[in-house]
């Protein structure tokens, strides 16, 4: 072939160029873009310490499955669960740096966020109505706009693993001097050990990935959940009594990187914080629906556990002598805030 004839098949024709136009008008007329202009889908993972079906797994695999579908193929967020990332602080990291979209700190949001300790000290919180309206309230929208701006995290939804009860291998909590010398495992933050302190039993930080083989090691006598996720974290096969105590409300929350975050549409914002108000509402019904009781014993008695419920009074009037004072004066205003929601 001669120069002259490569160069003349680079050469198109005035019917070439319309050919080519009534091509591209007829894909246009469909609503299809050419396949040269068709943007990926942004992947977005939702990361969690634990696997399903725990509770919070439940609503954030529900939420990524929603948010695709939504998205109508341009968000392709994926959930995975105990995967790479199996502890609260390896999760949160990877949302702050941007590795994965979003996460939950799971039960160690006090010690990622100290702001929300004030959520989980001993008795403070009374009822999920309570919570529910601080935190969908002003009080929830102020936190958000601070964790943006201290941490460079966006909430998504805050949710919960309800109220926590004790579970022990050596007896049932009856009364506070029930947990002397008692070894509870309790998330590696200031707050959870001086709850367990303060009702009179010995607070043992531990992620909760080790927790499991302590207490069948003996390095602790039990710990404590939420009716909902006892099973799924198969907490009943190390334990043999389940004391239902309420001495914390388990809040937390579902974090996305706030420059992911800023690099979205406002409707593509919108639809992921009312998808997550909807995912919120899920891990929300099934905490509450069990965490009661009747629910309690027809879930963990046939697995050969005993579920007793102590008089409350006691352990709140232990609270407020031994752990209220220092917790008042630490978070001020935001303490004032959650005893007038009562």
């Not at 002259?4 to 894909?27: E, P, V």
């Not at 199996?86 to 990291?93: D, L, R």
């Not at 979209?101 to 000290?121: D, K």
């Amino acid at each position: 072939m001669s120069a002259d004839s490569g160069k003349s098949s680079l050469i198109l024709t005035r019917r070439d160029i319309l050919r080519g136009a009534g091509g591209l008008a007829g894909i246009l007329a469909f609503g299809q873009a050419p396949v040269f202009a068709q943007a990926k889908p942004q992947k977005m993972i939702v990361g969690h310490m634990n696997p399903l079906p725990e509770s919070g797994s439940v609503s954030m695999d529900w939420f990524a499955k929603a948010l695709s579908e939504r998205s109508k193929g341009e968000i392709a967020a994926e959930f995975q669960g105990a995967t790479l990332l199996t502890k609260e602080i390896e999760v949160m990291n990877a949302v702050k740096s941007g590795n994965i979209a979003m996460g939950s700190p799971a039960g160690g949001a006090a010690t990622l966020f100290p702001e929300m300790g004030a959520f989980i000290v001993s008795y403070l919180i009374s009822s999920y109505e309570q919570a529910y309206s601080i935190l969908n309230g002003k009080v929830g929208d102020r936190l958000d706009k601070i964790f943006q701006e201290k941490y460079g995290v966006k909430v998504v939804y805050f949710y919960d693993y309800g109220f926590r009860h004790f579970w022990l291998n050596k007896r049932p909590i009856e009364q506070p001097k029930d947990l002397r010398g008692i070894k509870i495992r309790v998330q590696p933050s200031k707050v959870f050990a001086d709850c367990v302190n303060g009702l009179g039993g010995v607070a043992v930080p531990l992620a909760w990935s080790e927790v499991i083989t302590a207490a069948q090691q003996g390095v602790i006598d039990g710990a404590d959940l939420p009716v909902v996720n006892m099973v799924p974290l198969k907490a009943y096969e190390v334990s043999k009594y389940f004391s239902m105590t309420y001495h914390n409300y388990g809040a937390t929350l579902v974090g996305m990187n706030l420059g992911i975050w800023n690099g979205l549409r406002p409707d593509q914002q919108k639809m992921i914080m009312d998808t997550g108000r909807e995912a919120q509402g899920v891990v929300r019904k099934i905490t509450e629906d069990v965490d009661n009781l009747d629910s309690a014993k027809k879930i963990l008695e046939p697995l050969g556990m005993k579920v007793n419920a102590p008089d409350l009074g006691p352990f709140k009037a232990l609270a407020q002598q031994k752990i209220w004072p220092q917790y008042q004066k630490q978070y001020g205003a935001l303490w004032d805030e959650i005893v007038a929601s009562k």
